[in-house]
């Protein structure tokens, strides 16, 4: 679900006090030898603070269109890094233009550099029943396969021609679906949610069958095709159900029986207009 943005970085700096020794023209051993090894400790706890600190790169400032997925592939690092950094809520879909982030250092674990951030309050989001799309959590990138950089261009440039092919079939316009899959995954089939949303369009295990219906056929989500597939029927469908194309955009995130009886909740809304500023730049 998914801009380029200055990051600044943060200057760290861990001063190590030298042991003072006193002048002495005798030096019992056992003294050397504990002034020794206070020296080490020190030395030590000051590499160790350092190497906690330089974990986080930096702070940065949450744009409209952002994601934590186009965050962190532009920092270097990983959604769950970016997620864990922040104690962000929902695996961290939930973010806001003005939210301020920590971004861990490109290539840290997830939980180096922990510190914890400003709270944020989102409305709690309830999974619609069968037979409409389920919510899905953010694109968190927990099963995706390193590429070179050439192989992973190559990659989505296929992804691309695919949705665009797909999308002709089923009469569904091809810039809404091609804003859809980027919005979800950068046009990647390789990316998998922390709560199990798959592929391209990041469809949901739940309603696979349902897609299935929709298309006629046995859909399998791991099958670049069939993901493609079943997330331009679901839209088709939402399009045609829903009551207007910003509705269609937003069930597709949220559910539609959620928007229904709630309405698009404010993350809603800011994924319905990075979908259309996606739209508009196809």
């Known amino acids: 679900m998914p801009l380029v943005a200055g990051i600044a970085a943060v200057s760290i700096a861990v001063a190590i006090t030298p042991t003072a020794t006193s002048p002495s023209t005798t030096s019992h051993p056992s003294t050397s030898s504990a002034a020794s090894a206070t020296s080490a400790a020190s030395a030590a706890s000051a590499l160790s603070a350092l190497s906690v600190l330089s974990a986080v790169q930096g702070d940065y400032t949450v744009r409209r269109g952002d994601s934590t997925y186009t965050i962190a592939r532009r920092a270097g690092t990983t959604v769950q890094a970016v997620v864990a950094a922040n104690g962000l809520q929902g695996g961290g879909r939930r973010i806001h233009p003005g939210q301020r982030l920590v971004i861990p250092a490109a290539g840290t674990d997830a939980q180096a550099g922990r510190r914890q951030a400003p709270a944020t309050t989102a409305p709690t989001r309830t999974a619609p029943p069968s037979k409409a799309p389920t919510s899905k959590a953010p694109v968190a990138r927990a099963t995706a396969r390193t590429s070179p950089p050439a192989a992973a261009g190559t990659q989505k440039a296929q992804v691309r021609a695919l949705i665009e092919q797909v999308a002709d079939e089923h009469g569904v316009d091809r810039r809404l679906a091609l804003a859809v899959g980027l919005q979800e995954s950068g046009w990647r089939q390789d990316v998998t949610s922390h709560v199990g949303a798959r592929g391209t369009m990041q469809v949901m295990p739940a309603n ?35 009551g207007s194309e910003d509705a269609a955009i937003g069930a597709y995130y949220q559910g539609l029986p959620s928007v229904k009886k709630r309405g698009m909740y404010r993350e809603t809304h800011r994924y319905v207009a990075s979908v259309k500023a996606h739209r508009s730049r196809m």
């Open 208 to 242: 696979a069958r349902w897609a299935s219906s929709l298309a006629g056929r046995r859909l399998d989500l791991g099958d670049a095709r069939d993901n493609v597939t079943a997330g331009v029927v679901i839209l088709k469908q939402l399009q045609a159900t829903a």
